[in-house]
C-alpha cells in the first residue's frame, strides 16, 4: 500500500536568523498597520485594514519563516507561529497611542525626540499603560465624517483585543503547521516543487480512489485531460523534487455549484479533497510531469461575447469620465477649502488620496496576470461581470491600463498640491 509524506521533523539552523530577521519585519509592518489606522477617517476602514494587513502578515510571515528557514518540524513551527503572533500583538499595541500622537498637528514630525525616547515604546511599562488608558478612555467609533459616532467601554475592548489576539495567534500557528507540512526532499534540501493542473473524472469514481489508496497508482496515469469547461473535474497537484526522483500527489474532486464569481464572472466549484501527499512510483510521476507541461488546462475560464465586449468599451469610457471628474472636483476642493485645509487633511484627506493611488496601482497589476479566455458569439456563453473585471483577462485593452497610470499619477498630483497649499 501506498504511503502519505510524513515531515522528518529536521529544523534547519538558517530558520533561527531568519526569525529574528521577521520580528524586525513584524514591528515595521505593525506600525504601518497602525500608521494605516490612524490615517483612516472612518472605523470601517479600520477594520478593514487590520483584516487585510494581519492575513497578508500571517500568509508572508509563514512562508518566509518556515519555507527560508526549511523547517519540517510541525509542533516547533506552530510554536513559532504563536510566539511570531504574540509579538505582533506586542507591537500593534505599543505602537497604538504613539503613532496616535502622530497625527496631532504639532507632533506630526514623529522624529523630533531623541533616540533613547523613541526606544522607551518598546518597554513592557508602555504596554501596560496602554492597556490601562484603554481601560479608562474606552475607543471611540468614528463615522462617516470622523467624528466620534460611539464609545465603546475599556472593558469590552480589552475583551475584544484579547479575542482578536487569540483568533490572530491561532491563524499563525496554522499557517506555520500547514507550510511545514509540505512535501521535502531530504536528498536535495529543498521543498518540491507544486503543479497544479485538472483531468476529467472517471466513470467510476469510488472505485478509481479505491484502487489509488490500495496502491494502485498507475490509475492517475490513465486519468484523460479535461477537455470541456465549467463541469465536475479533478485538481492534481502533484509535487516533485529536483532530481525528479521523489513524486507525492494530493487529489481533490471539484463540484460545480451551479453558481457565478460575481467578480470574475467564473463558475464557482466545491473543493472536496480526496487524498493529501500520497506517494507515487517515479513512472507515474514523470507521466503526470509530461502532461501538466505540454497538456495545461484550466477549468475555469472566461467567456468573452461580442455583447459583453461593447460593455467592456463602454465601462472603460465611463471610467474615464468618472476618474476625470473625481480628479478635478478634488483640485477644486483643495483650493476652496483654504484655510482649513491642514485639518481636513488630517482627518481623512490623506487617506482618501492614498485609496486612490493603491486602488488603481492593485488594478493596474492585475492587467498583468494572464488567464485563459474564450471567445464566443452566442449570448448563452456570456458571465456577468466580465466587463467590471477585464483587468483580469489576457488581453486587457492598452487604454484601461492607462486610466489606471493616470488615476495613479494623479493621486501623486494631488498630494504634491496639498503639500504646496498647506
Not at 513592557?124 to 459616532?149: D, H, M, Q, V, Y
Not at 484601461?400 to 495613479?408: N, V
Request: charged fraction near 15%; proline fraction near 3%.
Amino acid at each position: 500500500m501506498n504511503h502519505v509524506y510524513k515531515p522528518s521533523g529536521k529544523i534547519s539552523f538558517l530558520f533561527f536568523p531568519v526569525f529574528v530577521i521577521m520580528l524586525f519585519i513584524m514591528a515595521i509592518c505593525a506600525f504601518v498597520c497602525i500608521f494605516c489606522i490612524h490615517f483612516s477617517p472612518y472605523f470601517l476602514f479600520d477594520a478593514f485594514i487590520f483584516i487585510f494587513a494581519t492575513i497578508k502578515i500571517v500568509t508572508y510571515s509563514a512562508i518566509f519563516c518556515v519555507r527560508a528557514g526549511k523547517v519540517r518540524n510541525t509542533v516547533f513551527s506552530a510554536i513559532s507561529g504563536i510566539i511570531l503572533g504574540a509579538f505582533y500583538w506586542y507591537f500593534l499595541i505599543i505602537f497604538y497611542l504613539p503613532v496616535k500622537n502622530i497625527f496631532t498637528i504639532k507632533s506630526f514630525y514623529l522624529l523630533n525626540g531623541n533616540l533613547q525616547g523613541i526606544l522607551q515604546i518598546f518597554h513592557f511599562k508602555e504596554l501596560a499603560s496602554t492597556f490601562s488608558i484603554l481601560k479608562n478612555n474606552g475607543a471611540s467609533i468614528t463615522g462617516r465624517r470622523g467624528g466620534p459616532f460611539f464609545t465603546i467601554p475599556g472593558n469590552i475592548c480589552i475583551i475584544i483585543l484579547i479575542i482578536l489576539c487569540i483568533i490572530s495567534v491561532i491563524f499563525f500557528a496554522s499557517e506555520f503547521y500547514l507550510n511545514s507540512h509540505s512535501p521535502f526532499c531530504e536528498t536535495s534540501g529543498q521543498w518540491m516543487k507544486k503543479i497544479v493542473f485538472t483531468s476529467n473524472v472517471p466513470e467510476d469514481n469510488e472505485l478509481f480512489i479505491t484502487k489509488l489508496l490500495l496502491g494502485d497508482c498507475k490509475v492517475l496515469a490513465y486519468l484523460e485531460p479535461l477537455y470541456e469547461v465549467n463541469t465536475d473535474h479533478y485538481k492534481i497537484s502533484l509535487y516533485t523534487s529536483s532530481f525528479k526522483d521523489k513524486f507525492y500527489v494530493s487529489l481533490s474532486y471539484m463540484e460545480n455549484s451551479g453558481k457565478l464569481d460575481t467578480k470574475t464572472g467564473k463558475t464557482l466549484f466545491n473543493e472536496n479533497e480526496l487524498v493529501e501527499y500520497l506517494k507515487i512510483d517515479n513512472d507515474t510521476g514523470r507521466s503526470l510531469l509530461a502532461r501538466s507541461r505540454y497538456k495545461p488546462e484550466d477549468a475555469s475560464v472566461i467567456v468573452m461575447t461580442d455583447k459583453s465586449k461593447r460593455k467592456t468599451a463602454g465601462w472603460i469610457v465611463f471610467n474615464w469620465v468618472i476618474g476625470i471628474l473625481a480628479i478635478l472636483l478634488c483640485v477644486f476642493a483643495i483650493y476652496k477649502i483654504g484655510d482649513g485645509l491642514q485639518e481636513f487633511l488630517f482627518k481623512g484627506g490623506f487617506f482618501y488620496i492614498a485609496l486612490i493611488f493603491f486602488a488603481n496601482a492593485i488594478r493596474f497589476m492585475h492587467t498583468m496576470q494572464k488567464e485563459m479566455v474564450i471567445t464566443s458569439t452566442e449570448d448563452k456563453y456570456e458571465y456577468e461581470g466580465t466587463k467590471k473585471y477585464l483587468s483580469k483577462e489576457t488581453r486587457a485593452p492598452a487604454i484601461l491600463k492607462l486610466f489606471y497610470l493616470f488615476m495613479m499619477a494623479s493621486a501623486i498630483g494631488l498630494f504634491i498640491l496639498c503639500i504646496i497649499k498647506m
